[in-house]
């Protein structure tokens, strides 16, 4: 008995590969686009999740590395303070949950750039840090990966 799904063509590896790049730059650049462009172009919205993940806790760990001059830098050019100032969501984020609800609030708000630069200048170590911000978006990858599903599904 031959399969009905046996004549359906899947794409090349190169335009997988080359999906799952730009999602992984998504990732870095704009991490709530990146996860319905991958779905867009074609991916498995796991895939598309696992690639925006990917490329957003490189980036978190790449400000791990620019540290202490970039966090010079913003809090000259944005005047952040470190100063506690409850009037501010972040304030009253760090304060209520510290790192681990930066972590859970960055994907949506500030970044992992911002996350991981405000962190640092608050104390925070490194290692701990990445470890944070890696678990914090994956609750916002399934929560898209879902989506981006359901919506796949109501396309069809």
């Known amino acids: 008995m031959a399969s009905a ?18 999602v992984f730059g998504l990732g870095i650049v704009y991490f709530l686009a990146a996860i319905p462009a ?5 991916l498995h919205p796991a895939l598309a999740a696992v690639a925006a ?3 957003y806790v490189a980036i978190g760990a ?7 001059p970039a ?4 809090s000259r050019r944005f005047g952040f303070s470190l100063e506690p100032d409850p009037a501010k969501l972040f304030w009253r984020v760090w304060q209520r949950w510290g790192l681990p609800g930066l972590a859970l609030l960055a994907p949506v708000t500030c970044g992992p750039y ?5 962190a640092l200048a608050l104390g925070e170590r490194p290692l701990r840090l990445i470890l944070w911000i890696a678990v914090g978006v994956i ?12 919506g796949l599904s109501l396309w069809k």
């Open 5 to 22: 799904q046996s004549s359906i063509t899947f794409p090349a590896m190169s335009s997988i590969l080359a999906a799952m790049a730009s």
């Open 38 to 42: 991958g779905v867009a172009m074609g």
């Open 114 to 118: 911002f996350a991981a630069l405000i």
């Open 53 to 55: 993940w990917a490329g």
């Open 62 to 68: 790449a400000m791990l590395l620019v540290g202490a």
């Open 139 to 150: 609750p916002w990858c399934i929560f898209f990966a879902v989506l981006a599903a359901a």
């Open 71 to 74: 966090r010079a830098w913003i």
